[in-house]
């Protein structure tokens, strides 16, 4: 892992995002890259240096952040290891997508929410779009994650082909801290799976990968994401991983499991497409 991407717009839940990459960064030698993104509808990069005099307020806040945001990481998330900061003026998906494919990002860590959040409000728009559509793994999260954390983690699938692919991507990020694993089908009345079959596919994936500490759990419920969230209370998980599809071009209003998770618990999600 060479690369983290963090997106920062100074809340609370992008704070939690830079410390929990940090906490990787410290045990892979990643380097982190941490994108602010002035909201703006202009597509600011096709402006000339002329044209772009012509929204000085835009310019002001890019300059406050430029002179803010160093000190500030100093002050809330001291490490050793220097970050490389990126300021951009645009529609904040687009451009914190267009940094991951610049930066060659291995992972991508971003807050649940962001600036303006308000209690009871769904996942933003913008974790959504950087869910669906970033080509490299992205955990989300609400708090920090620190090193206890990291030693247990529920790998949520229905261990079908894909699995296996999608696991590799994140094996890197895994081994660093040898957590426990808990491969996790969850059975539900609507796609009942004996459980014979569903133990061979664990089995079939856990192949190749002798060397990890895994645990095979089917969990029964009546549906999929509060399945996912409380098997991780009853055995005190704090991040899960759960392999998903690839949801690119689906409309904001058909959400997944993954969106599903992250508002209804408290749980980081590391989201990787099988």
């Not at 941490?34 to 310019?59: F, G, M, N």
Request: hydrophobic residues 40%; charged residues 25%; contains cysteine.
């Amino acid at each position: 892992m060479k690369t983290i991407v963090v997106p920062f717009d100074f809340s609370s839940y992008s704070v939690a995002a830079l410390k929990t990459a940090q906490k990787i960064s410290a045990k892979s030698g990643a380097k982190i890259v941490c994108i602010t993104v002035i909201p703006s509808e202009i597509d600011w990069d096709l402006l000339s240096d002329e044209a772009r005099k012509k929204y000085p307020k835009l310019l002001e806040e890019r300059q406050e952040a430029m002179d803010v945001l160093p000190e500030y990481i100093s002050a809330i998330a001291p490490a050793k290891a220097p970050i490389e900061t990126i300021f951009r003026i645009g529609v904040p998906n687009e451009l914190i997508l267009r940094v991951i494919d610049e930066s060659n990002a291995d992972l991508v860590v971003l807050g649940a929410y962001g600036k303006g959040y308000v209690e009871g409000k769904f996942i933003g728009s913008t974790l959504q779009k950087v869910l669906r559509k970033a080509p490299c793994p992205v955990l989300a999260v609400k708090h920090a994650l620190d090193g206890n954390d990291f030693r247990k983690l529920a790998f949520a699938s229905v261990f079908e082909e894909g699995a296996k692919l999608a696991f590799d991507k994140v094996k890197p990020l895994l081994k660093l801290f040898k957590p426990s694993i808990h491969l996790l089908y969850v059975n539900t009345p609507s796609n009942f799976l004996q459980s014979k079959y569903a133990e061979e596919g664990i089995v079939k994936f856990k192949k190749g990968n002798e060397e990890i500490n895994f645990h095979q759990e089917i969990y029964n419920h009546t549906d999929v994401e509060n399945g996912i969230i409380e098997f991780a209370e009853s055995q005190k998980i704090n991040w899960v991983t759960i392999v998903s599809g690839h949801h690119e071009k689906s409309p904001a209003y058909q959400v997944g499991t993954t969106e599903i998770v992250l508002f209804k618990s408290e749980l980081a999600v590391l989201s990787v497409k099988a």
